[in-house]
């Protein structure tokens, strides 16, 4: 079954650059979500968008910004990049189906690992 | 506030069954679920409770106490590869989801 891909899966930059990373959710899912997960934590909620639309809103820095497209890919873009910003991204996919239990589980990518030097 | 609470770390026997506890404090509820992660890697959905009772799912299973505020994770017939983290996560009347800081699973031979 297909899964959600995310691209690159490592990014090595140093501080004040800039870096995107790219979602492509599972077929049919309309519904994206990113997370931060630093080494030992929890996943840390920051996006999410639902039918190209922003959803909710997280801990998502100001440096940050992120949109969903026409395909529903999405793409988080990252600026002014901080040591602290080294961590796991994931992304995560979910229908947004109506009633029914287990609706928007979410489906997690492989993540992008960012290191900032 | 709004918090789940988890053990951090739990060991136990290759065969053996171990439970792993979940309580939370939401504003509202709308379905826990638990994610297995192995270490650098994405978390793996393993099952969704919103009405309380059990579910089964193979070797694990995971149960819902609503008026409690608590879950548990039920792993049986344990595998060296059951060696993970396991995260609660709760989503809430805002339909983000609430993670726990996981509990780390050590098998042992």
């Known amino acids: 079954a297909a899964g959600v891909i995310q691209s690159p899966r490592h990014l090595i930059k140093e501080k004040r650059e800039t870096a995107t990373l790219k979602c492509y959710p599972i077929?049919?899912?309309?519904?994206v979500y990113w997370y931060q997960q630093g080494p030992g934590q929890d996943p840390q909620f920051l996006i999410s968008?639902?039918?190209?639309?922003?959803?909710d809103k997280g801990s998502i820095p100001d440096r940050f910004s992120a949109q969903q497209f026409s395909d529903y890919h999405s793409e988080l873009n990252m600026s002014s990049l901080e040591l602290g910003d080294s961590a796991l991204y994931f992304c995560?996919?979910?229908?947004?189906?109506?009633?029914?239990?287990?609706?928007?589980?979410?489906?997690f990518g492989p993540g992008t690992r960012l290191t900032v030097l | 506030g709004q918090n789940i609470d988890q053990p951090t770390e739990m060991t136990a026997t290759e065969g053996a069954i171990v439970q792993i506890n979940c309580t939370y404090q939401?504003?509202?509820?709308?379905?826990l679920f638990w994610y297995q992660q192995h270490a650098g890697e994405a978390p793996t959905f393993l099952s969704y409770?919103?009405l309380d009772g059990l579910e089964e799912k193979g070797r694990f299973s995971s149960f819902l106490s609503r008026s409690k505020g608590y879950s548990y994770l039920l792993l049986k017939e344990l595998q060296m590869k059951d060696s993970a983290s396991y995260l609660c996560a709760v989503r809430g009347s805002n339909y983000q989801l609430i993670w726990g800081a996981g509990t780390k699973l050590i098998i042992k031979p």
């Open positions: 409770n919103v």
């Open positions: 995560a996919s979910s229908p947004r189906t109506s009633g029914g239990l287990g609706a928007d589980t979410q489906y």
């Open positions: 077929p049919r899912h309309d519904t």
């Open positions: 968008f639902y039918e190209k639309m922003q959803s």
């Open positions: 939401t504003s509202g509820f709308n379905g």
